[in-house]
């Protein structure tokens, strides 16, 4: 089983360039998100969707944006990207919201922007 | 507003010997409790919630986890430690309240020398 798989894996931008990340899940799961991850700081939840065409802002949405055109898919894009915006990635999904709180995470998307 | 603590940034065990690892939160209500782990560049797992119920929860690992409500405390156990355990353990909580999102702790860096 695939499970939630994110593309890119790495990634290297200019500041001021813009990108999409991919994440897809395979588990038909209604609800996902995207976090990043800094050292020392835990994860940090971006933005979330409870469902096809749904979106919500997270902790840190500022500087993201992100669609769910397809159940199955969650993109978050950085229109223009800044060196703060250096970090790990994690897309997850779950079943039941975050009321059981049993996310199935991606590997993560290392993204370095310069 | 809920927040979670996790007080140690490493914790240090030889292989066989018990193991806790921390964690205190802060929410208006009941809470959903979890831990994660995550390996080297890859995904937080899921280890083990407390919805509610038995205060000793069980999960994957031989891992456990004591729910104490006077103590706002979910620390995180396991009789023997492996040096396979060694990884970054995650504390996350949730008020039981719609609407609210997963906050998880910074994480604690668990290394079992052998």
């Known amino acids: 089983n695939a499970g939630v798989t994110q593309t890119p894996k790495f990634r290297v931008l200019k500041t001021g360039q813009s990108m999409t990340l991919l994440c897809a899940q395979d588990m038909n799961h209604e609800y996902m998100y995207w976090y990043r991850q800094d050292p020392g700081m835990g994860l940090r939840l971006i933005h979330y969707s409870v469902g096809e065409g749904t979106t919500a802002k997270g902790e840190v949405p500022d500087g993201y944006n992100v669609s769910r055109l397809k159940k199955q898919n969650f993109l978050l894009g950085l229109e223009s990207a800044a060196p703060s915006q250096t970090s790990v990635y994690f897309c997850a999904s779950s079943s039941s919201g975050q009321r059981t709180g049993e996310l199935f995470f991606g590997e993560g998307s290392r993204l370095t922007v310069l | ?114």
């Open chain 2, 1 to 114: 507003a809920q927040s979670v603590a996790q007080p140690e940034d490493q914790v240090n065990v030889a292989e066989g010997n018990p193991l806790t690892v921390k964690c205190t939160y802060s929410v208006s209500g009941n809470p959903y409790l979890f831990w994660y782990v995550q390996y080297p560049n890859r995904g937080l797992q899921f280890l083990l919630k407390y919805i509610t119920g038995d205060n000793l929860v069980k999960g994957s690992y031989g891992f456990e986890a004591e729910f104490n409500k006077s103590q706002t405390s979910f620390h995180l156990k396991k009789p023997s430690a492996l040096v396979s355990d060694s990884a970054l353990y995650f504390c996350a909580v949730r008020a039981n309240q719609a609407g609210t999102a997963l906050i998880f702790g910074k994480g604690t860096t668990l290394s079992v020398s052998s």
